[in-house]
């Protein structure tokens, strides 16, 4: 158990729609990430959030939005959903001043 | 985007088999990461690399930090089936830069 948590571990919908995926960091992390990974895919870098401000951008469509809250939880919000927005979509939180970012279990978002 | 050069793509072995996988940058990093992916779930980290020639072990896998802070290479001894999954490295200058990741490698042990 990474300490990461994401919810929900899947979600089913319908083209046009929005969902919010939610994610706890590890306890006293201050960064959060967001990345995708689409089936058979690498990892794709979304964006990265530090105690409650973005601080990077990677290839997040302009449908795709987050935010991190001060209790430090995240939420990436995906609007306009296409069939190709399909993917596991994961969140990883690491400690101030390391490197090494520790991932949850990942949500599983099928559009249909 | 940026990414890290990892190879191979994907390996056949057969159980017992010694594994070698690397990565390489045209940039120099301060740090290595080697993750491990199993089906489904999300990536764990497997080992972390600080300095150049740095040779770390966890259990049966190695990794190394090149010399040139250009590289990276993965060895898994006597592979067992529990290793199947995707291997993925990656890189970063500090914890102010964002990690920029390889495409992964697909260990795959023949029945």
């Known amino acids: 158990d990474s300490g990461v948590t994401q919810t929900p571990k899947h979600l089913i919908t319908a083209t046009g729609q929005r969902v919010t995926l939610r994610c706890s960091p590890r306890s006293g992390d201050l960064s959060v990430y967001w990345y995708q990974q689409s089936l058979d895919q690498g990892l794709q870098f979304l964006i990265q959030?530090?105690?409650?401000?973005?601080?990077a951008k990677g290839n997040i469509l302009e449908r795709f939005s987050a935010q991190q809250f001060p209790d430090l939880h995240s939420e990436l919000n995906l609007s306009s959903l296409e069939l190709g927005d399909s993917a596991l979509y994961f969140c990883a939180s690491s400690a101030e001043g390391w490197t090494e970012a520790f991932f949850g279990q990942g949500t599983r978002l099928t559009v249909v | 985007g940026q990414q890290l050069n990892q190879s191979p793509q994907s390996m056949f072995i057969q159980e017992g088999e010694d594994v070698s996988m690397n990565c390489t940058s045209s940039s120099i990093f301060n740090t290595w990461l080697w993750y491990k992916q199993d089906p489904g779930e999300g990536p764990v980290l497997l080992i972390a690399?600080?300095?150049a020639g740095e040779l770390t072990s966890n259990g049966r896998l190695t990794a190394q930090f090149g010399i040139t802070r250009k590289d990276s290479f993965l060895n898994i001894s006597a592979s067992i089936p529990s290793d199947v999954g995707i291997y993925f490295c990656?890189?970063?200058?500090?914890?102010?830069?964002?990690?920029?990741w390889g495409a992964g490698t697909k260990l795959i042990i023949k029945p």
């Open positions: 959030y530090y105690n409650g401000e973005e601080r």
């Open positions: 990656a890189g970063s200058l500090d914890s102010n830069y964002q990690l920029i």
């Open positions: 690399l600080y300095k």
